[in-house]
């Protein structure tokens, strides 16, 4: 049974349950762009380790992408 309770996804209120990835976060969002960080909390993970990083509950997630240009 999952427990739904909030998290801040780039400022905008999410649900969360308890076990959610980053990977799980993505999924739910139906977000198709390939982040290479995702800062929660003031601590960044790399996509290597979103499929097992845990979110906490009441977290401040922020979804970065990286751009380049010339």
């Given at each position: 049974?999952?427990?739904?309770?909030?998290?801040?996804?780039?400022?905008?209120?999410?649900?969360?349950?308890?076990?959610?990835?980053i990977k799980d976060l993505l999924e739910d969002l139906?977000?198709?762009?390939?982040?290479?960080?995702?800062?929660?909390?003031?601590?960044?993970?790399?996509?290597?380790?979103?499929?097992?990083?845990?979110?906490?509950?009441?977290?401040?997630?922020?979804?970065?992408?990286?751009i380049a240009g010339g």
């Amino acid at each position: 049974m999952r427990i739904w309770v909030m998290i801040r996804v780039n400022g905008e209120r999410q649900s969360w349950y308890e076990g959610m990835t980053i990977k799980d976060l993505l999924e739910d969002l139906e977000d198709s762009h390939h982040y290479a960080v995702i800062r929660i909390n003031d601590r960044h993970v790399s996509r290597p380790y979103f499929e097992k990083t845990l979110i906490p509950d009441n977290s401040e997630v922020f979804l970065i992408s990286l751009i380049a240009g010339g």
